[in-house]
């Protein structure tokens, strides 16, 4: 096998795709908090601050998710050199941000419990939407470090 031919695993593309889908996910999560926030001030006047929803984590981190299923999906497709070096970088870019939401909603989680005396319904909606992203941003994590993997695997292969 020549040097200069590079091989990816045809399952990328899959992974590029739940890359894709992760990124939906936490967009729609994001859309949903803040239709919880919004109606949840009005009603009640008590307001349930998550901490991931204020930084509008959910659109920001959607959108690298979206992009790196995007470029994972094109390198499998279109298999250059190029191409490769753009989809590690923007898979490690998308890593470290899921690492950084993890953080921030562990942290969230653990406000939460501190903080919770009386509990409404509203502020019980907005933890069940902090732990689904949790899952998802986990998900995310895993699939960019696999595609990393592979990534460089098939750049620098001997």
Known sequence: ??????????????????????????????VIWTYLFTTQKIAFGKVYL??????GYPYWASLTFLSSGLLTI???KNQS????????????ISASIAIFGLL??????LTFNLNSTAVLWSQTS???????????????????????????????RR
């Open 50 to 55: 998550p901490v991931v929803a204020i930084t």
């Open 104 to 109: 921030l909603l562990s942290f969230e989680f």
């Open 74 to 76: 094109m390198l499998e």
């Open 126 to 156: 907005g933890k069940m939407l902090s732990q689904y992203l949790f899952i998802f941003i986990t998900l995310e994590l895993i699939v960019a470090c696999i595609v990393t993997h592979w990534a460089c695997k098939a750049k620098y």
């Open 1 to 30: 096998m020549p040097r200069n031919q590079l091989r990816i695993r045809k399952e990328t593309r899959i992974l590029g795709a739940i890359q894709i889908v992760t990124g939906l996910i936490c967009n729609w999560l994001g």
């Open 81 to 92: 050199w190029i191409l490769v070096s753009y989809a590690i970088a923007v898979n490690i």
